[in-house]
C-alpha cells in the first residue's frame, strides 16, 4: 500500500496527488508515468508525474477529475492508503543541451511539463515556458515554472492573465519575442497537443508531444494504447509517451479516445452517489 | 389601458406588470430572476427600463403598467447597464462558453473529458447551448469581461441523490428557493451566508434528504444556469426533440415531456416550458421514469434454459419455443399474469390470446387481491384532483406523500396555505404535515375501532373520543369536506373493514374523496379483462394444476412455483429462484404507442419517443406472433365504453390485531412496494431511489432511535410474537414516533400482520 502524503484540489477539478513511493523516485525521469489504483476494485489510471524528491521519498502527480475513477481518486485525502503506484513507466524524454527549448503546458500539462523543465535548464537550455488555461483561476505553478524558465508566458482564453485567446498565439509570440526554437516540448490534453502540432509544424524543429490514450497495463501487452505514428502502430506506454507530434494520426487518435463514450458516461450517469 | 413601449401604443390589460405586457406584445426585455410561476423579485436588475415621470431605472418586473405610461427599453444607456450588469454576473461565473472562439475545433476532443468534477467552461457545462445566461449574452452582445475573473471555489456538492449543485455557477437569481417555496410549498432550500459565501441549500448544513425535500425537480428545471443539474443528465447537453407523454407509475398519469437525444430518451420534464416549468411531478416521473427505460441490465436478448444453464436465442427461436409449448397445451391448466403498467392495446391482445387462442380463463395480476378491489370499488366515486381546489376542509388519511401523489399533496398544500383546515390522519409525517391544523395518531392497532367509533358517533351520537368527536364537528360544519385516501389500505390486515367504515362515514356525511392508486393502469386492466384474484391462481398453481405460466410484465412469484414452464415476457429480469425456461424481453414505455384509462374510465393516449432496438420486440408484436406460429389469428378488440369488472373477493381467514404492550412496544407498518413498474422495482433500476426510499430497512423516527441509542446503518433485530427478521435502521423523520416502516418486496406479509407489535434491538447485543 501507498501512503498519500497530501491530495488537494490545487484548481477547479485538477487535484495535486502526493504519495510516497521511494522505489519510483529513485529511478523516475522527466517524461515517464506511473500507474495508479485508488481502491482494491478500480481501474488502473496512467498518470503523468509532475514532481518528485527523492530525500522525502515523494512522488506528486496532478491529475483532472473527469469520471468515476479519478473521480474516487479525488476523494481520497492525507493519510490514505492506495494499492498501486507502478512506475517509471514509458521512456523518459530525451534531455539535452538543444540551445532554445520552448516548453507548453495546459491543464494537468502545466504540472508534468514541470519536470522537463527544470531539466531542461539543469542542461543549460534557454527554456521558455508557455502555459495556456481558460483563466486565470485555472493556472497554478507559475513560480515554480519561472524558477525554471527564462521567461513564462500565460494565455488565457479570457484574457484575465497574460495574453487573450490560445495556442494559436504563439507564433506571435516568437516573432515578438525573437525567439527560434530549437525543440518544442508539450504536455495537456490530445486538443493541445493536435493544435501546437499543427500550428508549429511550419517551423521545421521537432515537436515532443507527451501523449495520454486510453491505456489498461502501462507494459505493453493490452495494446489499447496504439497510435500511428508515421504511418506505424506504436504503443504509447512502452514506445512513448513521447513522440514527435507532426508524425501521429490525430483523428484516429481522437477517434481511440471515445471508444468506450458509453459505459464511461453510464458510470457517471447515476441518480445516486456512485457508492452503491 | 393604453401604454406606449419603444414609440408603440398598445392596449394592456390591468395590473399587470411592465415586463407582462412587453411579452404579451412580443418585446423582448432580458430578465433572469423574473419567472412566470413566482411572484416579482427584482433580484437580476437586466429588465430595467425607462419609463416617463418614474425616477431612475425601474426594473420591469416589479413595476405594474399605469394608464398612458410611456416606456422604452432598448435605449443605448439601458443597454450599456445591461452589459455592465452581465459582465459583473460573468466575473464570478465561469465564462469559457461565451467568450471562446475554439469551441467548433475543440469539440472532437472534448466528449471525453467533459465528465469533470466542477465546470470551468463550455461543453463541461452541463447547460451548454441551453442557458438562459448564454442568450442573453448573445442578446446584449458582450464578449469581454472587463471586471477581474474570480473563481469562487465552492465545493461540488454530489452527496444527494437525482442532482448535483455547482454554486460556482450560481448568480442567485433565487428562481429554485422561490419555486420550493412559492410554487412547491416545501420550503426545503433557502439561501445561506451572505455576500460571496452565499450558496443554496436546506439550512443547518442539512442534506436535501434531511431537509424534507421531496425531489420534485422543480429546482434543477427553473434553474437559468448549469448549476443545479441532474446526475442522470448531466453533460448528456441539449435534448434535440421535447414529446408529450404521461408517467405510467400511478394512476395520476401525469402529463410529462420526454426529453430526446440521438433517438434516445435522456430525462423528462414537467409540460411546458423546459426552462419556465416547475411543474407537479414526483420525484418518480421526474427522475427515475428515464433511469427505467435507460436501465443498463434491461434484458436484451431471448433466452432460454437449457439444462446446462440459459443460453442466449433469437426472437425467431424465443417465439418457436414458447408457440411448441402453447399449442396442444390444455387451456385449463394455463395461467396468465398481466402487469397493472401495460397498455390497453396490449392488455386486449394478451387478453385474446389467453382466452381465445387458448382457451383459458386463468387471468390475474398480482397486484389484484381484497383490498385492491375494496379500493376499486370506493374509487369509482372518487373526484379528480381539480376537484380538491374547492374544498373546505381536507382530512387525509394514511398518505404518505413525501415522494408520491406531488399534483394531490400539492392541492392539499395549497388549499390549506389558503385557509382550508387540514387534519392529518395517520402515521407518516409527511410534506403535507406542515401544513395540518392537527395530526390525528390513532392508537396503534386500534385503527378498526377508530373508523367504527366514528360511523357509530354520526349515527347514534354516543361512544366517541374527543378526536372523533372534533373532526366530526369539523367535517359536519364545512358544506364541502374532502377526504384524501392514501394506498396504505391495500397492506393493512384490517384494509378492507376499515374502508368499509369509511364508505359509510363519507356517505353519512355527503362528503367527497379522492382515492391514491399507485399503479398505473390498473383500470384498464380490470375493464379488458375478467381477472381472478391473485390468490386464487396461486393456489391452483401450488396445486399443482397449472402446467404453464406465462407472465406479461408481471412476477407474482418470487420462488418457483410447481409448473411445468414459465414464460417470463418482460425486459427486466425475473427473480432468480423463479427458474423461468423462457425469458422474452419486450419494449417498455417510452418505446410503444399505447392507451390508458384512469379510474373515471378516461382514456389517455402516448406515442412511442425512441424506438426499442432492433432485436426487442413489443409485448404485442410477441404475442402475436407466437399467436401465427399456432395458427391462430388475433382479433384484438377494446370496447368502446369501458366497464370495470371487479373480481369476485374470497374470504380470509381473520388474523386478530394485537396492540402494543411492553414486550412489544413498537408498531411496524409494514407496505409492499408500489414504487414498480411492470416486473421492476424503481429501488432497482434508480440508485437515487435506494438513497430516499429504500426497501427492506427499517426506518425509524429520530426520538425512538435515540431513546434507544440506535444510530443510521445499524443491524437491527425486529422481533413480533411470530416472527424474527434482521434488517438494516435507517433513521429518518417520515413516520412518526412509536411507528417503524418497511417498505418490503415479497410476496406477501413478513409479520405475521400489518400492522404489527414489535420490539427492536441491535444485532449482537
Known amino acids: 500500500m501507498f501512503e498519500i502524503i497530501k491530495r488537494e484540489m490545487i484548481v477547479p477539478n485538477l487535484h495535486l496527488l502526493t504519495v510516497r513511493a521511494p522505489d519510483i523516485t529513485e529511478e523516475i525521469q522527466p517524461g515517464q508515468f506511473v500507474i495508479v489504483r485508488s481502491h482494491d476494485d478500480a481501474e488502473r489510471i496512467p498518470l503523468s508525474v509532475s514532481d518528485w524528491n527523492k530525500d522525502e521519498e515523494s512522488l506528486t502527480m496532478i491529475f483532472m477529475e473527469v469520471g468515476r475513477s479519478t473521480g474516487r481518486l479525488a476523494e481520497l485525502s492525507s493519510g490514505d492508503r492506495i494499492p498501486t503506484v507502478v512506475g517509471p513507466l514509458g521512456k523518459p524524454t530525451k534531455i539535452d543541451n538543444f540551445g532554445n527549448v520552448v516548453c507548453i503546458g495546459g491543464c494537468y500539462g502545466i504540472g508534468s511539463i514541470y519536470p522537463v523543465v527544470r531539466a531542461l535548464k539543469e542542461k543549460g537550455n534557454n527554456v521558455y515556458t508557455i502555459v495556456e488555461g481558460r483563466s486565470k483561476y485555472l493556472l497554478y505553478w507559475l513560480d515554480k515554472l519561472g524558477l525554471c524558465s527564462k521567461r513564462i508566458f500565460t494565455i488565457t482564453r479570457d484574457g484575465s492573465f497574460g495574453l487573450k485567446g490560445h495556442i494559436n498565439l504563439i507564433d506571435g509570440i516568437f516573432n515578438k519575442e525573437k525567439i527560434k526554437p530549437d525543440m518544442i516540448f508539450v504536455n495537456g490534453c490530445t486538443f493541445l497537443l493536435s493544435k501546437t502540432s499543427k500550428v508549429l509544424s511550419k517551423l521545421n524543429v521537432p515537436i515532443i508531444v507527451n501523449l495520454n490514450p486510453i491505456m489498461i497495463d502501462g507494459t505493453g501487452m493490452c495494446g489499447v494504447c496504439r497510435v500511428s505514428v508515421n504511418g506505424k502502430t506504436k504503443f504509447a506506454c512502452v514506445d512513448g509517451p513521447d513522440f514527435d507530434g507532426r508524425l501521429i494520426d490525430w483523428k484516429e487518435l481522437f477517434k481511440r479516445r471515445k471508444q468506450y463514450m458509453t459505459e464511461e458516461a453510464h458510470l457517471v450517469h447515476d441518480s445516486g452517489c456512485g457508492r452503491k | 389601458m393604453k401604454i406606449t413601449i419603444n414609440d408603440r401604443e398598445i392596449e394592456v390589460k390591468e395590473n399587470i406588470t411592465i415586463l407582462k405586457a412587453a411579452e404579451d406584445n412580443d418585446i423582448y426585455i432580458p430578465h433572469i430572476c423574473a419567472h412566470p410561476q413566482l411572484t416579482p423579485y427584482g433580484g437580476c436588475r437586466l429588465c430595467i427600463v425607462e419609463v416617463d415621470g418614474l425616477r431612475g431605472y425601474p426594473t420591469s418586473c416589479t413595476t405594474t403598467v399605469k394608464d398612458g405610461m410611456v416606456i422604452r427599453t432598448n435605449t443605448t444607456v439601458l443597454s450599456e447597464m445591461r452589459q455592465e450588469i452581465i459582465q459583473l454576473m460573468l466575473s464570478d461565473h465561469p465564462s469559457g462558453c461565451l467568450i471562446c472562439d475554439e469551441e467548433e475545433e475543440c469539440s472532437d476532443n472534448q466528449v471525453t473529458i467533459r465528465k469533470v468534477g466542477a465546470t ?145 430518451i435522456i430525462g423528462i420534464l414537467p409540460p411546458g416550458d423546459p426552462h419556465q416549468s416547475g411543474g407537479d411531478l414526483c420525484v418518480k416521473g421526474r427522475f427515475c421514469l428515464s433511469e427505467l427505460v435507460n436501465y443498463p441490465e434491461r434484458i436484451k436478448l431471448p433466452e432460454f434454459k437449457f439444462t446446462e444453464g440459459y443460453g442466449v436465442i433469437t426472437n425467431s427461436e424465443a417465439i418457436q419455443k414458447a408457440a411448441d409449448v402453447l399449442k396442444d397445451a390444455d387451456g385449463e391448466r394455463v395461467a396468465f399474469y398481466l402487469s397493472p403498467n401495460l397498455s390497453l392495446e396490449e392488455l386486449a391482445t394478451a387478453n385474446y390470446f389467453a382466452r381465445k387462442v387458448l382457451n383459458s380463463g386463468n387471468i390475474s395480476s398480482s397486484v389484484l387481491d381484497n383490498n385492491l378491489i375494496a379500493m376499486i370499488s370506493l374509487a369509482q366515486e372518487s373526484i379528480s384532483i381539480e376537484d380538491i381546489k374547492s374544498s373546505d376542509c381536507i382530512i387525509s388519511l394514511f398518505v404518505n406523500g413525501n415522494y408520491s401523489y406531488a ?293 425509524m423516527n429520530p426520538e425512538d432511535a435515540y431513546k434507544l441509542g440506535l444510530k443510521n446503518n445499524e443491524s437491527v433485530i425486529v422481533e413480533s410474537a411470530n416472527e424474527r427478521k434482521i434488517y438494516l435502521l435507517l433513521i429518518r423523520k417520515i413516520i412518526l414516533p412509536g411507528f417503524l416502516y418497511l417498505i418490503t418486496t415479497g410476496e406477501g406479509l413478513s409479520y405475521e400482520s400489518n400492522p404489527c407489535p414489535v420490539h427492536i434491538r441491535r444485532e449482537n447485543v
Not at chain 2, 361512544?463 to 377526504?483: N, Q, W, Y
Open chain 2, 120 to 264: 470551468t467552461g463550455c461543453r463541461w457545462c452541463p447547460n451548454d447551448k441551453d442557458c438562459e445566461l448564454q442568450k442573453i449574452v448573445e442578446y446584449l452582445e458582450v464578449n469581454e469581461i472587463k471586471f477581474p475573473v474570480y473563481y469562487q471555489g465552492f465545493r461540488v456538492e454530489k452527496e444527494d441523490p437525482f442532482f448535483d449543485r455547482d454554486y460556482n455557477l450560481c448568480i442567485y437569481c433565487g428562481r429554485c428557493v422561490r419555486i420550493c417555496q412559492e410554487h412547491r410549498k416545501s420550503n426545503v432550500i433557502t439561501m445561506n451566508q451572505r455576500g460571496k459565501l452565499t450558496t443554496i441549500s436546506p439550512p443547518y448544513k442539512m442534506t436535501h434528504i434531511e431537509g424534507g425535500c421531496e425531489f420534485c425537480g422543480a429546482c434543477v428545471s427553473v434553474c437559468p444556469t448549469g448549476s443545479n443539474f441532474e446526475k442522470s443528465r448531466k453533460w448528456a447537453g441539449k435534448p434535440d426533440t421535447y414529446n408529450d407523454s404521461f408517467c405510467p407509475l400511478c394512476d395520476l398519469n401525469c402529463d410529462v415531456q420526454v426529453l430526446e437525444k440521438k433517438k434516445k
Open chain 2, 407 to 699: 399534483p394531490v399533496t400539492l392541492e392539499v398544500k395549497r388549499a390549506a396555505d389558503r385557509g382550508v383546515p387540514y387534519y392529518q390522519i395517520g402515521w407518516f409525517e409527511d410534506t403535507t404535515s406542515r401544513f395540518s391544523e392537527k395530526q390525528i395518531v390513532i392508537p396503534p392497532g386500534k385503527e378498526k375501532l377508530f373508523f367504527r367509533n366514528i360511523v357509530k358517533f354520526l349515527e347514534k351520537g354516543s361512544g366517541a373520543s374527543a378526536d372523533i368527536k372534533e373532526l366530526v364537528r369539523l367535517i359536519k360544519l364545512s358544506p364541502l369536506p374532502t377526504f384524501i385516501i392514501g394506498h396504505h389500505f391495500l397492506d393493512m390486515t384490517e384494509g378492507v373493514e376499515i374502508l368499509q367504515s369509511i364508505k359509510r362515514i363519507i356517505e353519512l356525511t355527503a362528503s367527497r374523496f379522492f382515492i391514491t392508486i399507485p399503479y398505473g393502469n390498473v383500470s384498464g386492466l380490470l375493464s379488458i379483462v375478467r381477472a381472478k384474484l391473485n390468490s386464487e391462481i396461486t393456489e391452483l398453481c401450488n396445486k399443482g394444476k397449472i402446467d404453464i405460466l406465462y407472465l406479461v410484465g408481471d412476477s407474482p412469484f418470487q420462488d418457483r412455483p410447481p409448473v411445468d414452464f414459465i414464460i417470463h415476457q418482460s425486459s427486466f429480469r425475473p427473480p432468480d429462484k423463479l427458474q423461468a425456461d423462457l425469458i422474452i424481453p419486450a419494449a417498455v414505455w417510452g418505446e410503444i404507442s399505447g392507451t390508458y384509462v384512469d379510474i373515471h374510465k378516461r382514456r389517455k393516449k402516448f406515442s412511442a419517443v425512441v424506438s426499442p432496438g432492433e432485436d426487442i420486440l413489443t409485448n404485442e408484436e410477441i404475442i402475436l406472433k407466437i399467436s401465427e406460429e399456432i395458427g391462430k389469428k388475433i382479433m384484438k378488440n377494446i370496447p368502446e365504453v369501458l366497464e370495470i369488472f371487479l373480481p369476485n373477493k374470497i374470504e380470509r381467514k381473520k388474523i386478530k390485531l394485537s396492540t402494543p404492550d411492553t414486550s412489544f412496544p413498537y408498531m411496524l407498518i409494514e407496505e409492499k412496494t408500489h414504487n414498480f413498474y411492470q416486473n421492476v422495482s424503481l429501488n432497482t433500476v434508480s440508485s437515487g431511489m435506494r438513497m430516499i426510499l429504500p426497501e427492506e430497512t427499517l426506518i
